[in-house]
Structure formats: structure tokens, C-alpha cells
């Protein structure tokens, strides 16, 4: 799976602020450090014959697991632990890829299709908490958002770039951020369980920056494919006059 992965790149909107940058440079070293921190466990994988699509298999098994088995009975602790010990599978196995010279087609398009799933598992876990032993039918609804609306956010990239569009946009909420965001407060909530006073009230509180800030994102990337379509469309439109396009 690819923690940060919503599609290939771009900025906010026609605007690249500095606190994209940041968020940009924060992920390039963040994932230089576990590069470094897992490349020898990548290496005893390669020797052992595992392949790097059997990495991405496991590590998506792992967190489907740990969504649907302990998210829908409210031991959010122990869930999201399982979770991201099964989330760094991602960096595995992109670096066995690239130390076997493997990088291929079918590898990035297999990751980020589980990717989907696994996030699906991740808020469809907290859904059938909240629709049953949470009993909150308005929590329930804005995680049911939360999974729909990642999975637009991450299909209106797939889509403009598949009609010839750069998408070049990033949202203000992508995988990364309500991957964290949901992840940590999933933990800590879960902290209640030994004994840590009215720490539950984080999730719900994730939940709705998650919801809002994919909505924002999903407007963001709307905004952007609609404005490059245009801007394509008129170049393919323009007709010489005077040995000049228009």
C-alpha cells in the first residue's frame, strides 16, 4: 500500500503554497528515513524468495484484518497497532522493487488499487462500530463519507489523467494526511480502555477534519480538471489565422 499515494502529483489548485512545500519536503524525508530504517529486512525478503507483490498482498490481508476484526468491536488501540505495523508494507515492498530492478506497470497499478481496498476496510471497520456498539448513526454517516469521498478524491486524479489531463493539483486532505490523521486518533482513543479519562472524543473529532478536508480536496480537484479540460480543449480547438493560433 502507499501511504501517500492519491495519483501522481501536482498543487493546490494553480497555487503552490508553502505549506505544500513543507508537506512535500516532510514526506520526502520521511520516506528516506524508513528507506534506510527497512532496506535490510527488504534484502532478507529478496534472499528468502518472497516477491515484492507478495509483500503488497500480506501488508493489505494485514490491515483488512485489523480494520474488520477489532474496529467494529471498539478496541481501536489494538486495531490501528495491527494496522500500522501492516501500513509499512509499502516501503517493503517499493524497495524490493527497486533492488530487484523490478519497478513495472502492473506493481504501481496492483498497490494502488489495494490501497483502496484497504482503506475501505479502514473506515468500514469505524462505520459498523458506530452503526452498532458506538450507536451513533451521525458518526456512522460522516465515516460512511469519509470512505466514499476518499475514493473519489483518489478516482477524479485517475480519471482527468486518463482523458489526457496533468491533474496538477494537491488537495488539502490526500491519502497521506487522512490516513494520520484517522490512524492516530483511532490510537488514542483506544487509550481509553486503560483507563486515560474522555481521550475517546479524538475520533470523532478526526472523523469530521477528515470529512471536511476531503471535501475541500474533492472540490479542489474538480476545480482544477475542469479549468485544464477548458484550457485543453481551446488549444485543440484554435485555428491558424495569419500563420498565428488563436
Known sequence: MAPGYDGPAGGLLTI???STTGKAMLNKYARAFFTRVLTPFAALLIRLGVSPDAVTLTGTGGVIAGALVFYPRGEFFWGTVVITLFVFSDLIDGNMA????????????LDSTLDRVADGAIFGGLALWYAGGGDDNVLCAVTIFCLTSGQ????????????????????????AERLVISLVACGLSGLHMFGVPHIEILLPIALWIVAVGSFVTLVQRVVTVRREAAEADATEHAVPQGGETR
Not at 154 to 165: F, M, P, V
Open 16 to 18: 503552490r503554497p508553502v
Open 98 to 109: 527497486r533492488q530487484l530492478g523490478r519497478s513495472s506497470r502492473w506493481g504501481a497499478f
Open 152 to 175: 473519489v478524491v483518489s478516482y477524479t486524479k485517475a480519471r482527468g489523467e486518463s482523458i489526457g489531463l496533468p491533474v496538477n493539483v494537491n488537495g488539502l486532505v490526500e491519502r
